[in-house]
């Protein structure tokens, strides 16, 4: 049996998602299937990486490591074919704050920055709390998937639009963007002389069938105008030490990009280092069992809520471990539903409204916790739709 079904007693020890679900939704006893990471342990080599570094004893000030960077530039070479320099590479302390500052970097107050909506919420912070406007250029739900809607998006773009963040994969919706998508999107930003930020926190989290391709290798004419956000954390579930990496291919602007972050006083994290080094040269084989384990639950919740709760729709993902339901059918208000779910269901969800206008009707799911977990949480959900008679 796979280790991933253990049930990790996360309880008490200081879990944004186990412990502060009270705080966050102000409910007791809820089963949270909430913020994005996972009820699994990390891979042992991560372990024993991180044990050896703790045992060392000495935990001062860390240089970035070339060795690091190899293993970094290895995992986009093995994975996407995707060949940049060591240079390239930006170390930061994650991918919200490094998408902060490359909009404090590369673009001026009041400047338009475009977001495909409904999206991964801290997109819309990120943005207006450094005084810069929102755009949205909402996806299109075509076959029960996103799309990009490529005309209204050119016709949205005009002097005062310095950037576009992409999400990529998409969260909350699973896409895998093709390369078709991206290099149309690619040569409209191009025309533009837009600049994107590629979110590619969840590129590894494919489902079977579907293969990520980096934004900046789709058009080497545009590839110096993408900065790509990136982490093993989502990967490898180690949000909690704090690490991830900028790819900039622009000598220039990877110069610029530094010389705001040494404002910050933002360095390497001696764990993050370790554990990036060891995820990427010894954790692909957790990460297939991984997906395997994950594409099981999907077809879990999707058997189960197509036999018991069928006026609950799900948008078949195609990467990450989230799950994208629409509850339209129930006939509840966003609100309305909010409280059925947190008092009746005791289920914690993302709610579908913080990523855009767009989800009125969604929430998000996180398919990455044990069988036993999930199977107890679609319980509590099939308790309170036969309750109410839908």
Not at 169 to 177: A, D, E, L
Not at 323 to 334: I, R
């Given at each position: 049996?796979?280790?991933?079904?253990?049930?990790?007693?996360?309880?008490?020890?200081?879990?944004?998602?186990?412990?502060?679900?009270?705080?966050?939704?102000?409910?007791?006893?809820?089963?949270?299937?909430?913020?994005?990471?996972m009820?699994?342990k990390?891979?042992?080599?991560?372990?024993?990486?991180?044990?050896?570094?703790?045992?060392?004893?000495v935990?001062?000030?860390?240089?970035?490591?070339?060795?690091?960077?190899?293993?970094?530039?290895?995992?986009?070479?093995?994975?996407?074919?995707w060949?940049?320099?060591?240079?390239?590479?930006?170390?930061?302390?994650?991918?919200?704050?490094?998408?902060?500052?490359?909009?404090?970097?590369?673009?001026?107050?009041?400047?338009?920055?475009?977001?495909?909506t409904?999206?991964?919420?801290?997109?819309?912070?990120?943005i207006?709390?450094?005084?810069?406007?929102?755009v949205?250029?909402?996806?299109?739900l075509?076959?029960?998937?996103?799309?990009?809607?490529?005309?209204?998006?050119?016709?949205?773009?005009?002097e005062?639009?310095?950037?576009?963040?992409?999400?990529?994969?998409?969260?909350?919706?699973?896409?895998?963007?093709?390369?078709e998508?991206?290099?149309?999107?690619?040569?409209?930003?191009?025309?533009?002389?837009v600049?994107?930020?590629?979110?590619?926190?969840?590129?590894?989290?494919?489902?079977?069938?579907?293969?990520?391709?980096?934004?900046?290798?789709?058009?080497?004419?545009?590839?110096?105008?993408v900065?790509?956000a990136?982490?093993?954390?989502?990967?490898?579930?180690?949000?909690?030490?704090?690490?991830?990496?900028?790819?900039?291919?622009d000598?220039?602007?990877?110069?610029?990009?530094?010389?705001?972050?040494?404002?910050?006083?933002?360095?390497?994290?001696?764990?993050?280092?370790?554990?990036?080094?060891?995820?990427?040269?010894?954790?692909l084989?957790?990460?297939?069992?991984?997906?395997?384990?994950?594409?099981?639950?999907y077809?879990l919740?999707?058997?189960?809520?197509?036999?018991?709760?069928?006026?609950?729709?799900?948008?078949?993902p195609?990467?990450?471990?989230l799950?994208?339901?629409?509850?339209?059918?129930?006939?509840?208000?966003?609100e309305?539903?909010?409280?059925?779910?947190?008092?009746?269901?005791?289920v914690?969800?993302?709610h579908?409204?913080?990523?855009g206008?767009?989800?009125?009707?969604?929430?998000?799911?996180?398919?990455?916790?044990?069988?036993?977990?999930?199977?107890?949480?679609?319980?509590?959900?099939?308790?309170?739709?036969?309750?109410?008679?839908?």
């Open positions: 049996m796979s280790h991933f079904n253990e049930t990790i007693n996360r309880v008490g020890t200081d879990s944004m998602k186990w412990d502060g679900a009270k705080d966050r939704f102000g409910q007791e006893g809820l089963l949270p299937l909430w913020v994005a990471d009820d699994f990390a891979p042992q080599p991560v372990i024993d990486a991180l044990k050896e570094k703790v045992e060392h004893g935990y001062g000030y860390t240089a970035a490591s070339p060795a690091v960077n190899q293993s970094i530039v290895n995992w986009l070479t093995n994975r996407y074919n060949t940049i320099q060591e240079s390239d590479i930006v170390h930061v302390t994650g991918v919200v704050p490094a998408i902060s500052n490359l909009i404090r970097t590369f673009s001026e107050e009041e400047d338009d920055i475009i977001i495909q409904p999206v991964y919420y801290p997109f819309y912070d990120v207006e709390k450094n005084n810069r406007n929102v949205k250029n909402p996806l299109l075509e076959d029960g998937l996103y799309k990009m809607d490529f005309d209204g998006l050119e016709s949205m773009i005009t005062k639009t310095k950037m576009l963040i992409l999400c990529h994969p998409h969260n909350p919706g699973g896409r895998v963007w093709t390369k998508e991206l290099s149309k999107l690619s040569s409209i930003c191009q025309k533009h002389n600049y994107v930020i590629s979110d590619e926190i969840h590129a590894d989290l494919l489902f079977d069938g579907y293969s990520h391709t980096p934004f900046a290798s789709v058009n080497e004419a545009f590839e110096n105008r900065f790509t990136l982490a093993p954390t989502k990967t490898f579930n180690l949000a909690g030490v704090q690490g991830a990496y900028v790819v900039i291919q000598p220039a602007l990877r110069l610029k990009y530094r010389q705001v972050l040494a404002n910050t006083f933002v360095g390497a994290n001696m764990f993050s280092q370790v554990a990036t080094k060891a995820a990427y040269d010894h954790g084989p957790w990460l297939k069992e991984l997906m395997r384990y994950i594409q099981e639950n077809s919740v999707d058997d189960y809520i197509g036999t018991h709760m069928p006026k609950i729709q799900l948008m078949k195609q990467g990450t471990y799950l994208w339901m629409n509850f339209k059918e129930l006939g509840f208000t966003a309305e539903r909010k409280k059925w779910l947190l008092e009746e269901a005791k914690a969800l993302n579908g409204p913080i990523f206008e767009e989800a009125e009707h969604y929430e998000r799911m996180n398919l990455a916790t044990s069988r036993e977990t999930l199977m107890k949480a679609l319980d509590q959900l099939h308790r309170a739709y036969n309750q109410k008679q839908f």
